[in-house]
Structures are given as C-alpha cells and as structure tokens.
C-alpha cells in the first residue's frame, strides 16, 4: 500500500485551523502501517509519500507563528555510501501563495543516515519542521520533497487561514500532536517556551508508540492575579462518546500566556479514529476556551481474534508494553524513582536480575500497586511517574530530584495542599513549608535550603515517622 499526498483544498478539521494530509484515512488503520510502508517503497518509488501536518501560535496581536511538520519514511530514500554510514539527502521546499502571488519561500536540506541497507530500508521516519511568521489573511501552501539523488518528489498543497489569537478573549493555540516533549535548552529547530517538541504529524499512535504528547499555548488569561485557571483533557471516540476522561488539573496564573503540555497513555484504546478536546476555564470569570484535534490510534493485535483478553491479561501485557523497548539504565532509574515504595525485599530482588528480569519485575511491580483493577491502565502508575518527572525537572541538582527530601516526601505523601514559599534575604535563608490538610488530621514539612545551593533540606515535620525539630527556625539563620 503507497501513502501519497494529492491536491487538498478542503484541509480543515473540526473547529481548528490545522489540516492533516492523508489519504490512507481508515483503510490505513486496519493494516500494519510500518510493515506497509516499508513494503510499498522497497521498490523505488515514482513518488515520495509524507505526512504533514501544522499548528498555530501566538507571535502578537496581529501575528501568528504557523510551523509545518513533515514525517517522511526513510525507506523511500537513496542512500549512498558516505564516510562512515549510509547517507541520504532530501530537499523541502515551502512556497506560500496570496491572492495567487508568492509572498514567502523557503528551501531547506534535510539528511539521514543508516549503520546498513536494513536498516535505511527500515519504516523508521525523517523529521522536519518550518515555521514562518504570518499576518493575518487566506494563504495557499505547496510543500514539496525532492530526493537530492534522483528525480523522485511529491508535494503537498493546501490552504492555511490566519487569524491572530487577541481581543482579550481566552483562547488556545493549536494542538501540536508529538512523538516526544522534554524540558531542553539547546534551541534546535524542535525547541519552544524551555521544551524539545518533536512532532508527529501523522497523528498515528499506538504499536511502538504508546504514549500521547501534546503541546498547545493558553492565551489572554488575567494577569498580575492571584486566581488559577484549570485545563481538563477528554478524547472521544469516532461515534462521539467520552473514552477517556482525564482528571482536571487546577495552576496558579502565572502569565497572560503560558504552555500547556500534556501526555498520556493510549494502550487501553482500540485502533480507530479519536478526538482529543483540551478545554481551559479562567476560574475567576469562568470563560472557557477548547481546542480539538484528530489522532488515530493502530495496534496490530487489535486485528486477531482475540484481540479482547480478559481484563487482567490485558492490563499485564499493557504494562509489560511500556517495557518491551527500554533500556536498562531507563529501567534502573525508574526503579531507582520508585524506592521510597519499594519494600526492602523487592529492592534485594531487583538488583539481582537481569535485564529480562527487569522487565518481567517491573511488570509486577506496578501491577501489585494498581489502584483500579477494572481498567487497562496502571493509574497509580501513572501518576507516581508523573509526580517523578516534576521531582526531577524541578528538584534535581547534584541528585536525580527523587532522591532530594522534597522529591522523598512528594513521592511517598503525594503533592501537597499548600506550599509556602519563603525567599533567602539579609537574615534569613529560603524555606519552604507544604501543608497536607487531609493526612494525619493535617500535617506540615518544613524544607530550608541551608547550604544555599539550591537543594532544601527537610528540617522538621508534625507527620509520624518524620524528623521532628521544635526548633527548627534555627535552620533559618545564615551562617555569618
């Protein structure tokens, strides 16, 4: 089966000004997709398919930054032999169009490498992005790839409508769909507001790909205030029923515009076409901004016969998933993530595995914990990871941030009621105390960052178990 780009002027889906290209629609999400793609171009090809897919985002009030993402399947490409590897060269090219008359253009060199032919023959996909700043008005797009080493091309063309993200109203960018989103510095091309966000315009998740990122702005919300703003996610299936229905999560306004990046697992759905709605109220005035977005979701057990296992069978082999491919070390550190709930006997066994032990251990481990056995999902996996990752973007320094006391404590007791954050000044060092309202009949931690590093130590506790210090304000005092 070949994937191929033809002509679209009917790009808009759903209330977005976004478009997804594809002409294999349902027919693609009941085959394999990578083993078809990598049989439709093991011949070359009289035509380079690709995915493309773009998203829209707040520049000012009169300009938006439009990206377009391409995905192209490697196993299209002419590979030559270079120094080292296999090496291939494609050419993309961008022309926008108003009232028929180019207005911007733009021609880039993109390049892959294989170790060997299996690999360069692979479904494995080349990655791509262009943003331009855009006025607003009706736009036409041709986007084209050309092998640098042939004559083999195709192109992409379709409409792109800008209209600027102000009036004062509450508003959401586009949903950018990604394959990976992680905190970053280096300003490559994939880099936005602190993150590395590399797409996925093909939308398609599922077998080798488990997890859904996504990446969207929030726009016009009050700002200096002291009130928060909740964002809640849902995906709806083809037939327009809630399948999945994440809890809302509640942030203090820290800007007029701030980032909205989410993620979650998609093992528990069935191949098929979803619609994912993030929606976000401004708590204190209650208006609402929602923004939508198609995905497609393709597993290859879900076309045998007993693709519907009992439901403890299924929720195994969904855990068992997220650890078909990762390392060792990825592995080590999760575990490592998860001592402060691991029992001493478990921690003994762990480090005498193997890697395949690991995997078949870890499995167990999360499965022994699921808080609700009536669904697919490790929930309490989830959302222990989850508090993992903010421990270490947040806590980390000289160690993982799991391992700090406040990564301990939020770990083991769950993300707190209140925190109170107090600076360092002339006399007094920076310290922190988090309230948890409904533990114990209340309890309190109190952190203070004595060496000034940056790393708060726990000083004292009301919590049982916990270091007691009544006087703890002696903490407080620098060191003259």
């Not at 060997?116 to 494995?124: G, H, T, V």
């Not at 929606?279 to 057990?301: L, M, Q, S, W």
């Not at 999360?366 to 989850?386: A, G, H, I, P, S």
Request: hydrophobic content about 35%; proline content about 4%.
């Amino acid at each position: 089966m070949r994937i191929f780009f033809f002509e679209n002027r009917n790009p808009y889906l759903l209330r977005g000004k976004y478009f997804r290209v594809i002409c294999f629609l349902a027919a693609t999400l009941f085959h394999p997709v990578p083993h078809a793609i990598a049989q439709a171009f093991s011949q070359p090809p009289k035509q380079i398919g690709y995915y493309v897919d773009m998203a829209q985002f707040r520049v000012n009030d009169s300009i938006n930054l439009a990206e377009i993402y391409f995905a192209i399947p490697r196993s299209q490409f002419t590979f030559t032999a270079s120094d080292t590897a296999l090496r291939a060269d494609l050419n993309l090219t961008i022309h926008i169009f108003k009232n028929e008359k180019q207005v911007l253009s733009r021609t880039w060199k993109a390049s892959s490498y294989a170790t060997d032919l299996n690999d360069a023959r692979s479904a494995k996909m080349l990655f791509s992005v262009a943003s331009f700043q855009m006025k607003q008005g009706d736009y036409q797009i041709v986007a084209s790839v050309a092998d640098a080493h042939n004559q083999v091309r195709g192109e992409a063309a379709f409409d792109l409508k800008v209209s600027p993200y102000s009036g004062g109203e509450l508003m959401l960018s586009d949903l950018e769909l990604a394959s990976e989103i992680k905190r970053d510095r280096s300003r490559s091309v994939y880099y936005k507001n602190g993150y590395r966000v590399i797409p996925n315009p093909s939308g398609i998740y599922g077998d080798g790909l488990p997890i859904l990122m996504v990446y969207s702005e929030i726009y016009n919300l009050p700002y200096p205030s002291d009130t928060t703003y909740t964002v809640h996610y849902r995906v709806y299936d083809s037939s327009g029923k809630v399948v999945k229905n994440l809890p809302p999560k509640t942030r203090p306004i820290t800007g007029s515009s701030l980032v909205e990046v989410g993620g979650f697992n998609v093992i528990s759905l069935f191949s098929g076409t979803y619609t994912l709605e993030i929606e976000v109220k401004d708590n204190a005035t209650g208006k609402v901004a929602r923004r939508t977005k198609k995905f497609f979701i393709y597993r290859h057990r879900d076309q045998r016969a007993e693709a519907r296992p009992d439901i403890g069978k299924a929720r195994m082999e969904a855990l068992s998933y997220f650890y078909r491919d990762m390392s060792e070390k990825q592995m080590d550190e999760e575990f490592d993530a998860a001592r402060w709930i691991a029992t001493k006997e478990e921690k003994a066994i762990y480090e005498s595995l193997d890697e395949t032990g690991k995997r078949e251990f870890l499995a167990e481990f999360w499965q022994k914990r699921d808080t609700d056995t009536t669904t697919v999902r490790n929930e309490f996996r989830e959302e222990y990871l989850e508090r993992a990752r903010y421990a270490r973007d947040n806590f980390s320094g000289f160690k993982p941030g799991w391992r700090t006391d406040r990564g301990r404590i939020l770990l083991t007791y769950g993300r707190p009621d209140e925190i109170e954050r107090f600076p360092s000044n002339n006399n007094t060092r920076a310290y922190e105390i988090w309230h948890y309202y409904h533990l114990e009949g209340g309890i309190q931690f109190i952190f203070v960052d004595i060496r000034g590093w940056g790393e708060f130590s726990l000083v004292h506790s009301t919590a049982r178990g916990e270091v007691r210090d009544p006087d703890w304000t002696r903490w407080l005092r620098p060191v003259r």
